[in-house]
């Protein structure tokens, strides 16, 4: 079980335990493991994704030579012509790392942002496809992350392919995904097989728990390791110069998660 906005920091304990921190703090640490863990250059960060920006972010504070393009920022946004730029960086293989979520997502990691029900999926509307299998299949890679893990988000087929996780032989892609993050846990994602492996369970979850929260087959070892938690020094650059970073374009983001509140 996924705890609350108001329930989910780890308890505080002894020097040897984990220091308290929030759910959303723990994603954007799994984020940043998945960045640092492959060269990357060039990251772009779409709008309304404060966990995936904080991420980054962090990465940079860390010391990290990327160069970040984040599309929601309020002031210093990079394009002066808004996607279109974007795109036209991406198709020229510019793009190392973005990221995607979906209303749906599947075990191919084919990715459903039209809807729900017959073409044109009317009976349940998702925000739109808009660039996602331009970006999908253009981007150097690409991290999935959606924070609700369920059965109706993590399916076995989405109702509509927005954007393909894999494609036909023959056809020109330049990268797939990486992994996809959840509330849950972390999967890795083999493009080879058209499949997810996972690749660490979330504190309190089980490998149990989470084929009963999925809707789709994956692998899974005899002993899939605890996401690691975050340390107190990435506690402690998200809560300060990454927020600072933040505050700006997600207010009460950083209200909820980092306690910090812009000055009036």
């Known amino acids: 079980m996924i705890p ?6 780890a308890q505080p304990g002894g020097p040897n335990r984990p220091v308290e921190h929030a759910l959303e703090e723990l994603l954007a640490v799994c984020i940043a493991r998945l960045i640092r ?4 250059g060039h990251i772009a960060v779409g709008a309304a994704s404060p966990i995936p920006a ?9 010391g990290a030579p990327v160069r970040l393009s984040l599309l929601h920022k309020r ?6 012509e808004g996607t279109r730029e974007l795109f036209d960086l ?3 293989g510019r793009i190392d790392l973005f990221f995607l979520g979906g209303g749906e997502i599947d075990g191919q990691a084919n990715l459903n942002l039209i809807g729900m029900g017959e073409w044109p999926g009317t009976q349940v509307r998702f925000p739109g496809s808009f660039g996602s299998a331009f ?5 150097g890679r690409t991290i999935l992350f959606r924070e609700e893990h369920s059965p109706r988000v993590l399916v076995e087929r989405v109702a ?8 036909a032989p023959g056809v020109f892609r330049r990268g797939h995904a990486q992994a996809l993050v959840t509330g849950r846990c972390v999967f890795r994602f083999h493009p080879e097989r058209a499949r ?5 369970l979330h504190p309190g979850e089980t490998v149990a728990s989470i084929r009963a929260a999925t809707g789709f087959d994956f692998d899974a070892a005899d002993d899939v390791p605890q996401t690691a938690p975050p340390s107190a020094e990435e506690l402690a650059l998200l809560r300060g110069v990454v927020c600072d970073e933040m505050l700006e374009t997600y207010p009460e983001f950083c209200a909820r998660v980092f306690n910090r509140k812009s000055a009036a």
């Not at 863990?37 to 990357?40: E, R, Y």
């Not at 904080?54 to 860390?62: H, R």
């Open 90 to 92: 991406t198709g020229q």
């Open 54 to 62: 904080a991420a980054c972010w962090l990465v940079a504070k860390q």
């Open 160 to 167: 509509h392919v927005s954007a393909p996780g894999v494609s």
């Open 4 to 9: 609350t906005s108001d329930d989910r920091r």
């Open 135 to 139: 970006m999908y299949m253009m981007t």
């Open 37 to 40: 863990a492959q060269p990357t």
């Open 75 to 80: 002031s210093g946004n990079p394009f002066t």
């Open 196 to 200: 997810f492996s996972l690749e660490s």
